[in-house]
């Protein structure tokens, strides 16, 4: 007998796994396919248990399909740019190129170490020329479908990063969702990408997606944020109060409430604003309210439970329905990014309008009232507006019956009523609005002003203006010569940015920016399924193949940003016609958190337990196995040491109990095919086992999986107690053996090889030998146990013929001494026996 040594057994095998090609893979037409995809990590340094959690959970994924017959790709990579390594750079003076390959070795020898089955082969790291090279070339084919613009916005600018952040990478309370850092709103020239033309298809796609947890799907679309309704048009008068011919435009999902409105607001950075105010006595007050805005974020602004600020323009818009004139003001809670900039404020339908209203003293007229409410029957039938406040306590923005509202009055008003529909066919009629859709999502901000990144192939040419840089002139090389521990950047190397103009062949200036690193991401699984080609991102026949990826793993994190942009890119690349699928994940697990002391494992806590002192100690399969034990992995997980010890404790039993079996089985004495009730008993722990964990890994219940091994062992133990040696069946036990072997090597890959090829002496390799077969004839049981409760308690439990009748089934229930004694002395009021499940007594 030899000890369970993971020490001498897992560096070995691994070895010989990379030297035999393994996890090597090739497209295969004869084979179903199976694409099994983690998110790739930032190389930040060591692993943590966050990714050895993430990363085990799709290995056991990937093992199991592989031995269910699938051809299997499973890769790995790092998304190597970003701020962390200039930040890390900085602190240590170094080169982020440096430390992000420094970082990237640490980890892919810690991924080695934890056995994970990859096909090295495909490693791609996104700072290599190689890589970033085709995310140059598919900006471009961005580009050339006019999915590709820089112009002038107001964004949003981390001042600790030192640049600005796409809408979705401000969290919270308007911080920085790296740094956590207060953002700030700059006015700046920057590049976007066109997401808003995929809004629609993006919403509508979300439906197809039946793998994806209801969760994500509801956090992309409230961040798409499609809205039905209307676009008005508001004349604007002069300064003398006469109307122009200018007309301004408000989007709003009610204009049943037009004649609600009672004063027009403007977000501060509306462009009209400056030209209103300017040389007039408004125009101190206007400024300093757009000055103040400018300091907080729109989350800040946006927030309901803020004080509303805003001044008066001193000009006026005509409400295109009555003619009134209503009193034009900026409100920093309007935001330039939503809708049109400017708002029909109805205060007694919106509560924001409506404290804005109280702290100016704005009229608040009555325009929607609930049936109940005792105005309606005062002004029924009133057309012409006779109350021009109300002493209500809040808006009111619920669903109700029209009044003040000219012809419309009486109508039943809402979003999607009949007064809506009314109300814009009538201003249709006048071209003076129009039904439309509006979206929350924004273009999608991509320029960076950092260093470490893919630097946009653009080139500025005085002549020519924005010119693309030819393809044959790909890639756009990142100068590693540039000294970040200074302050430089790109636009600080002139070696770097002074070229020539493919188009006119004068002097020019490349773009200094660099792509957010999310555009890295967002295609990073294609190219997985290709990642040597030197002539293309990718064949599209390989990725016609292996795509959509069937199963995603990461964090619930990433459910708005790169879930959405890697959609995105996806139908692009559709339509550019590179793939021939909608969508790029089938389906999506989001794993949960690991936490010690009910505290989410951080180094800034310093309540963090480095996976390789527990891999020194116990092996890489303990930790594996445990990991995947303590939770299911959508749960989060509370670090338990005590469980880390039981865990070493049953793989240790598991060895010794196939140990046992392979020396009887050699050279020890038995017989051919014992029966009897405990090898009858074994066949069905067998098959029952064989038949849970194979259920279970499929439903991503890997603990439950892991609890059928261990009641396996521990019926192969009371074999093995209650038959003889001598009398045991060893064809039976040979089959224990190898069946266990082949349960417990996605989780315990190392252990398990080492079992099947040298303890067993079994040819190939155990994740090459297929996943066990069961009998399911040996499922079926002469007897079955049924709980029994007592007024829906259980109280305890009745063993009956398998085929018994009800009456002998509750004889024997209402016969149990614990059942007797919770029914002694009261009325049994109803029994009901529910076939193969339970019985339930009702007494009183």
């Known amino acids: 007998m030899t000890k369970y040594d993971p020490h001498a057994i897992e560096t070995k095998w691994q070895q010989t796994w990379e030297s035999e090609g393994l996890y090597s893979v090739s497209e295969d037409a004869s084979r179903p396919k199976k694409y099994v995809l983690e998110m790739f990590p930032y190389p930040s340094g060591d692993i943590h248990m966050g990714h050895v959690r993430n990363y085990t959970i799709g290995d056991v994924i990937a093992r199991h399909a592989t031995m269910s017959g699938f051809n299997v790709l499973h890769p790995i990579g790092w998304d190597a740019f970003g701020l962390p390594a200039e930040n890390a750079a900085i602190k240590s003076n170094s080169h982020p190129a440096t430390w992000t390959y420094a970082n990237i070795e640490t980890q892919a ?45 107001p964004v949003n600018w981390c001042p600790s990063c030192k640049t600005v952040l796409a809408n979705e990478q401000v969290i919270g309370e308007g911080v920085c969702w790296r740094c956590k850092s207060a953002v700030e709103k700059r006015e700046l020239e920057q590049w976007f990408l066109k997401i808003t033309e995929y809004a629609q298809e993006l919403l509508d796609d979300l439906d197809t997606l039946k793998g994806w947890p209801e969760r994500v799907k509801a956090m992309q679309a409230n961040w798409i944020g499609r809205s039905e309704g209307a676009e008005v048009e508001f004349t604007l008068c002069d300064a003398a109060g006469e109307p122009t011919e200018q ?40 400024r300093g309210i757009v000055e103040m805005a400018a300091k907080e974020t729109s989350v800040e602004r946006s927030s309901s439970d803020r004080p509303k600020r805003g001044a008066f323009t001193g000009r006026y818009v005509l409400n295109p329905v009555n003619g009134e004139k209503v009193p034009v003001w900026v409100a920093d809670y309007v935001l330039m990014e939503y ?10 339908g919106d509560q924001r309008d409506f404290d804005f209203a109280r702290h100016y003293g704005l009229a608040i007229p009555p325009v929607v009232l609930a049936e109940d409410d005792p105005l309606l029957d005062a002004l029924a039938g009133k057309k ?48 003076l609005g129009r039904e439309t859709v509006n979206f929350r999502l924004r273009d999608w901000l991509i320029s960076r002003q950092r260093y470490w990144g893919n630097p946009i192939p653009a080139i500025h040419c005085p002549e020519c203006g924005l010119v693309p840089v030819p393809e044959d002139q790909l890639p756009v090389v990142l100068p590693l010569d540039v000294d970040i521990t200074k302050g430089e950047t790109l636009a600080d190397h002139p070696e770097f940015y002074e070229t020539t103009c493919p188009k006119c062949g004068g002097a020019a200036k490349r773009e200094t920016d660099t792509m957010d690193t999310f555009t890295c991401s967002s295609w ?40 959405l942009y890697s959609r995105f890119y996806t139908k692009v690349l559709r339509d550019a016609g590179m793939c021939s699928f909608d969508e790029p994940f089938t389906n999506l697990l989001t794993q949960g958190m690991v936490k010690l002391d009910g505290a989410t494992m951080s180094k800034s806590r310093g309540n963090v337990v480095a996976p390789e002192d527990i891999i020194a100690r116990y092996g890489a399969d303990t930790l594996r196995a445990y990991i995947l034990f303590m939770a299911p992995p959508d749960k989060d997980l509370e670090w338990s040491h005590e469980g880390l010890e039981g865990m ?89 053996a190898t069946d266990l072997t082949r349960l417990l090597a996605p989780f315990a890959p190392h252990m398990a090889e080492e079992l099947w090829r040298v303890v067993l002496a079994e040819p190939g390799s155990v994740h ?7 009998d399911a004839a040996a499922l079926e049981s002469d007897e079955v146990e049924l709980p029994v409760q007592v007024n829906g308690k259980v109280r ?41 499940k339970l019985v339930s007594v009702v007494v009183g």
């Open 339 to 348: 809708g049109t900039g400017a708002v029909m404020a109805v205060p007694s």
């Open 109 to 153: 020898a810690s991924f080695r170490r934890m056995g994970f089955s990859y096909d090295w082969d495909r490693a791609v790291r996104t700072c290599d020329p190689e890589f970033y090279r085709w995310g140059q070339w598919i900006f471009l084919k961005f580009w050339e479908r006019g999915l590709v613009e820089r112009k002038s916005s």
């Open 648 to 736: 070493w404790r049953f793989l240790n039993r598991a060895w010794r109990l196939v140990e046992e079996i392979a020396d009887e089985t050699v050279g020890g004495s038995g017989v051919a095919a014992a029966g009897g009730p405990a090898a009858v008993a074994l066949r069905r722990a067998t098959a029952a086992s064989v038949s849970k964990c194979g259920d279970d890994i499929a439903r991503f219940q890997f603990n439950t999986a892991l609890s059928a091994i261990m009641e396996f062992v521990n019926a192969a133990y009371d074999y093995r107690r209650d038959v003889p040696e001598g009398m045991r069946d060893l064809a039976l036990l040979r089959g224990v």
């Open 524 to 563: 990073y699984f294609l190219r997985y399924c290709d990642a040597r080609n030197d002539s293309a991102p990718f064949d599209p026949a390989k990725v016609g193949y292996w795509m959509p990826a069937d199963q995603y793993i990461g964090g619930i994190e990433h459910a708005i940003l790169h879930l």
């Open 768 to 774: 090459r030998g297929g996943w066990p077969d069961f």
């Open 796 to 836: 305890d439990q009745v063993t009956v013929a398998a085929d018994a009748c009800d009456e002998d089934i509750v004889a024997a229930a209402l016969a149990l001494p614990n059942v007797v004694a919770h029914i002694s002395g009261k009325t049994v009021r109803k029994v009901v026996v529910v076939p193969g």
């Open 384 to 431: 012409a507006r006779v109350l021009s406040d109300v002493d209500w306590p809040g808006a009111f923005d619920a669903e109700g019956v029209l009044v003040q509202s000219g012809e419309f009055t009486g109508m039943r008003g809402g979003k999607k009523s009949e007064a809506m529909h009314a109300v814009t066919a009538w201003l249709a009629e006048r071209r």
């Open 247 to 286: 007309r301004i435009t408000v989007f709003t999902t009610r204009p049943d409430t037009l004649f609600g409105c009672s004063f027009f607001l403007l977000a501060p950075e509306h462009p009209l604003l400056s030209q209103l105010v300017a040389g007039t006595q408004f125009e101190q007050d206007v």
